[in-house]
T-cell receptor
């Protein structure tokens, strides 16, 4: 059973460009969570999705950030018009339900030049 | 809002010795889950151990065990017979019964001396 997959593993963007981060949950998991980790800090929750629905986006900035988890395909975290402060590691996690453990992908390291 | 505090930014242990990492949390909930995750230099987040708050028995996974004190809201991780591969950042995390999100502590960097 493959783990949580994220791609790309590393992404370099210039200020003002768009970043698209992809996450494929573990097989059988319909709950996806996105977290952001700034250097030397812990992970901070951004958004929680189930198939086709955003359940909780309380940790995601209102502007420039969006997330989706379509019926088919991976979950996408999209950052428009990136700024240097968006440079961070973005982790996706998945679980089969809300009481089960969240398993993490390897993360995407975003660097904004 | 729930908060998780790890008061030890760095810890050091001699190989084969035992070390305890501290974690406290704040919540008004009675039913919740606690976790320790390990983040090695690869930065992959690896589950170490999980504790359900309704269980009085402390969780154990091989060399890793916890001391869960619900009344004190304390959840420490004990690593026995430390190995060089245990060197990593360790994060304590909490989620409530609704399980919408994990709330993480700031982490403890564990160094293992040969």
């Amino acid at each position: 059973n493959a783990g949580v997959m994220q791609n790309p593993r590393h992404l370099v963007r210039r200020r003002g460009q768009e970043a698209r981060l992809r996450c494929s949950p573990m097989k059988g998991h319909s709950h996806v969570y996105w977290y952001r980790q700034l250097p030397e800090e812990g992970l901070k929750f951004m958004v929680y999705l189930q198939k086709e629905n955003i359940i909780d986006e309380s940790g995601m900035p209102k502007e420039r950030f969006s997330a989706e988890f379509p019926k088919e395909g991976p979950s996408i975290l999209r950052i428009q018009q990136v700024v240097r402060g968006d440079s961070a590691a973005y982790f996706c996690a998945s679980s089969p339900n809300t009481q089960e453990t969240q398993y993490f992908g390897p993360g995407t390291r975003l660097l904004v030049l | 809002a729930q908060t998780v505090t790890q008061s030890q930014p760095e810890m050091s242990v001699q190989e084969a010795e035992t070390v305890t990492l501290s974690c406290t949390y704040d919540t008004s909930e009675s039913d919740y889950y606690l976790f320790w995750y390990k983040q090695p230099p690869s930065r992959q987040m690896i589950l170490v151990i999980r504790q359900e708050a309704y269980k009085q028995q402390n969780a154990t996974e091989n060399r890793f065990s916890v001391n869960f004190q619900k009344a004190a809201k304390s959840f420490s991780l004990k690593i026995s017979d430390s190995q060089l591969g245990d060197a990593a950042m360790y994060f304590c995390a909490y989620h409530n019964n609704a399980g919408n999100m994990l709330t993480f502590g700031g982490g403890t960097r564990l160094m293992v001396k040969p």
